[in-house]
């Protein structure tokens, strides 16, 4: 649980501003070991991609149903927390990606996406969204929902990635 707290809570709230600390009494998470032993080290600013390019490979990923590109916008850390608009939780890497796998395969949907709100910090960046869905239901019946879908990024070796995703339904617009 420390680690979930440090890894995943302590960027969220930093990020969204509910939780407001200095740095001298926030520590930072000690450096993961790399394969041979090494400390490996915070990538400073400019290192791997910008958050917009990790942002804009992670929508077109989704928007053009690419897994592959979808799968270089995550964490390679198991800790991967995804929730579905149905309150449903995928707690890991590898069940976002079997999770996608499927959903990209359904050729009867499309996503839009409306930025509402982005806020960055030195390691962690949180964007806001407004989703629109179009699709259709095993009946082939028209379907459209609406929700918000909050994401939270976090800066790693490579760059930017994903390490949670919150999506919530517009009641007043989901059928």
């Known amino acids: 649980m420390p680690s979930l707290i440090r890894n995943l809570l302590l960027p969220l709230l930093l990020a969204i501003g509910l939780l407001s600390t200095p740095n001298a009494v926030l520590a930072a998470p000690p450096a993961p ?3 041979n032993g090494a ?20 929508l077109d990923a989704i928007t053009s149903r690419n897994l592959k590109d979808y799968a270089g916008t995550l964490t ?14 995928i707690p890991n890497r590898s069940g976002v990606i079997d999770y996608m796998r499927k959903w990209f395969a359904d050729p009867g949907w499309r996503i839009r996406f409306e930025r ?4 960055t910090g030195n390691h962690s960046t ?11 239901d095993s009946a082939g019946q ?9 994401l939270v ?7 930017w990635a994903l390490i949670h995703e919150q999506n919530t339904p517009l009641a007043a617009h989901a059928h």
């Open 39 to 58: 400390t490996a080290t915070t990538p400073e600013a400019g290192d791997g991609p910008d958050i917009e390019a990790t942002l804009k490979q992670h």
């Open 33 to 35: 070991e790399t394969a």
């Open 153 to 159: 990024f976090r800066r790693e070796a490579r760059g």
């Open 142 to 150: 028209p379907t459209h929902a609406e929700g918000f879908a909050t």
């Open 116 to 119: 509402l709100r982005t806020i």
């Open 76 to 89: 390679r850390s198991p800790e991967l927390y995804f929730v579905l608009a149905d309150g449903k939780l």
């Open 126 to 136: 949180l964007v806001f969204f407004h989703t629109v869905l179009d699709g259709k």
